[in-house]
């Protein structure tokens, strides 16, 4: 079992920046794959970013590549998103996932098996 709880989102005009967080616990955290996912009203959940075990390889859907960035802290058991030059159309609930079945940065929603809960990002413009 993973327990993953997600914090950081919130209000922000166009082009302002925020960084999500998401704390995971009970399973070596260091030992799997972790993604971002966001999911906007009437709109099927889509990968953001995801980053391998180590940290040392990442993946970004084309929309926010060169905006955002995914991290890892092994020694925190934590993963963030930083996001910059945020517009509307990012507007969504971001969703931390670990992949226990993979290493590598995988973008599928069916690769992930656990989720949090949820953290809102509202862009206004």
């Known amino acids: 079992q993973v327990q993953l709880v997600e914090s950081g989102g919130g209000l922000v005009q166009a082009g302002g920046s925020l960084r999500l967080s998401c704390d995971a616990s009970?399973?070596?955290?260091?030992?799997?794959?972790m993604g971002w996912f966001r999911q906007a009203p009437g709109k099927e959940r889509q990968i953001v970013a995801a980053?391998?075990?180590?940290?040392?390889?990442?993946y970004y859907a084309d929309s926010v590549k060169g905006r955002f960035t995914i991290s890892r802290d092994n020694a925190k058991n934590t993963v963030y998103l930083q996001m910059n030059s945020l517009n509307p159309e990012d507007m969504a609930v971001y969703y931390c996932?670990?992949?226990?079945?993979?290493?590598?940065?995988?973008?599928?929603?069916?690769?992930?098996?656990?989720w949090g809960q949820g953290t809102q990002v509202t862009v206004s413009s």
């Open positions: 996932a670990a992949g226990l079945r993979v290493r590598r940065p995988a973008s599928k929603v069916y690769e992930y098996d656990y």
């Open positions: 009970g399973r070596t955290f260091s030992s799997y794959a």
């Open positions: 980053i391998s075990w180590s940290g040392d390889d990442t």
